[in-house]
């Protein structure tokens, strides 16, 4: 018998919880072994200055960001366990000092709260001086006796993370209050034994960083590669000024076509002329697939509808370059598969292209994901001809000039989107099949060698994380 499932708990450790996860015991003896450590333990509340959380939403809405100002820092921005520059987004001033409970200063732990984004922590940079963060978030400003960068690395560590858990596990989504956060046991090593968990975890970092660089050198070589097989130089893309943004169109190139002025920029001209440059030929995706088919979301607000296993559900957020990312995939029931969706069920080599958001991102349908559908923000490819192999199709849509071509005659001002008639009418350079095995056998050897650099990135960390893991327990010296 699972003693997880059945076990019994004495009265007097139920004051601070009822709820049976808290209690379960191979959880409870985890955090006994933290709370054996030999240095001894303290909750973060006698080791922090300052535990708040960021304003209800009511105080801070999106509409009150501006383009530059106080840095607020959102969760998006600490799930790297850096916060950096990129992607900020901005209050006043003004508004800085009417939430000045929730300032964050240099050095400060901002830690998440809430729901799937809970336990992601970082220190605050000194670059940025000062900022702020939303209700999803709380900061921890450390006393001297803890180093920020040992807690924040604590929170994301195994023992850390096990007691966010514990804590956040809600009956309907996980998320901390301070007064949970406040009583996280940290185990209290000596500042030198800090530096060196630090040290050991910059490196790790650093070993990593080098590897997933190599690996992203190397898919960005994908690209440059088709390109030069194709016989294809794309010109660069012109700075955005306003010069270069003022352009005239001859009026029977806008005569029963487009009139919107980003279809008939100067740039996507000369992509295009780039393409006809090709001396291979050029059909288009309707002389190569059936009609494009778009797949839907059921809509009967009947909770049948899903299921917790069966037939895949596939959304934007699944369809990667190249490949189906499928650790967040939804399920629908059979009947659903069967019946409503009857016309968008997949097939093995199917290609899928997604038609908002990320535009023309494509990935091919493998045996063993069947069975799946797909929703309304994607479109169903299927081959009608025997000379283009869909892996080919999928990798010039992905590459940097099939995503141009694709997000040239996107439509709408408030929506991003492509349509069907412009999906069909897209042209694809296509080599014999000897050339197109040969380009996608080349591919194939610089992606293993790139998973392979990417697996290392992931074993550096996790070496990191085990000598860290077992620092933290007091089980090495």
């Avoid at 169109?249 to 992509?271: E, I, S, T, Y």
């Avoid at 591919?443 to 697996?455: D, M, N, P």
Wanted: glycine content about 6%; proline content about 6%.
């Amino acid at each position: 018998m699972d003693e997880d499932k059945v076990f019994i708990v004495n009265r007097g450790e139920t004051d601070l919880r009822l709820d049976v996860p808290f209690h379960r015991p191979s959880l409870v003896r985890y955090i006994q072994r933290i709370d054996a450590h030999p240095a001894g333990i303290e909750p973060i509340r006698n080791l922090a200055i300052k535990v708040v959380d960021g304003p209800f939403g009511t105080q801070l809405k999106a509409d009150e960001y501006v383009d530059s100002g106080i840095p607020l820092i959102r969760v998006s921005d600490v799930r790297t366990g850096k916060i950096s520059r990129d992607g900020l987004v901005y209050i006043t001033p003004e508004k800085q000092d009417a939430l000045c409970r929730s300032r964050v200063l240099p050095n400060d732990v901002v830690l998440t709260k809430a729901g799937a984004i809970l336990g992601y922590a970082a220190v605050f940079p000194d670059s940025l001086v000062e900022g702020n963060i939303t209700s999803h978030s709380v900061l921890i400003r450390c006393q001297d006796r803890i180093l920020p960068q040992f807690l924040a690395y604590f929170l994301r560590s195994a023992p850390g993370q096990r007691q966010v858990y514990r804590w956040g596990n809600k009956a309907t989504r996980p998320e901390l209050n301070t007064q949970e956060v406040k009583r996280i046991h940290v185990p209290l090593l000596s500042i030198d034994k800090q530096r060196e968990i630090i040290a050991i975890m910059s490196e790790g970092e650093r070993r990593s960083e080098t590897f997933l660089a190599d690996a992203m050198r190397l898919l960005s070589s994908i690209d440059d590669y088709l390109l030069a097989e194709l016989g294809i130089t794309l010109p660069p893309e012109p700075e955005k000024t306003i010069t270069n943004r003022t352009f005239l169109a001859q009026r029977h190139a806008l005569a029963g076509w487009r009139f919107d002025p980003q279809f008939h920029k100067p740039w996507f001209v000369m992509v295009n002329e780039a393409l006809n440059s090709c001396h291979y030929r050029k059909p288009r995706i309707r002389d190569l697939c059936h009609l494009p088919v778009g797949g839907a979301t059921p809509t009967r607000g009947d909770d049948s509808l899903y299921a917790q296993e069966g037939v895949k559900f596939i959304r934007i957020m699944n369809v990667g370059k190249d490949e189906l990312v499928l650790n967040d995939v939804k399920y629908i029931n059979k009947f659903v598969h069967e019946k409503d969706l009857f016309r968008s069920q997949l097939s093995e080599n199917d290609i899928l292209m997604t038609i908002t958001g990320r535009v023309g991102t494509a990935a091919v349908v493998t045996q063993d994901i069947l069975p799946a559908n797909i929703n309304q923000h994607i479109v169903r490819l299927r081959l009608r001809v025997s000379d283009c192999y869909p892996d080919y199709l999928s990798l010039y849509l992905n590459c940097s000039l099939g995503t141009i071509l694709s997000n040239r005659p996107v439509t709408g001002g408030t929506r991003i989107a492509l349509d069907y008639p412009t999906i069909s009418a897209l042209q694809v350079p296509l080599p014999p099949r000897d050339v197109q095995r040969k380009i996608l056998g080349r591919v194939g050897e610089l992606r293993a060698e790139a998973k392979r650099f990417r697996q290392q990135a992931e074993v550096e960390i996790e070496v990191a994380k085990r000598r860290i893991e077992a620092m933290l327990l007091g089980e090495t010296a």
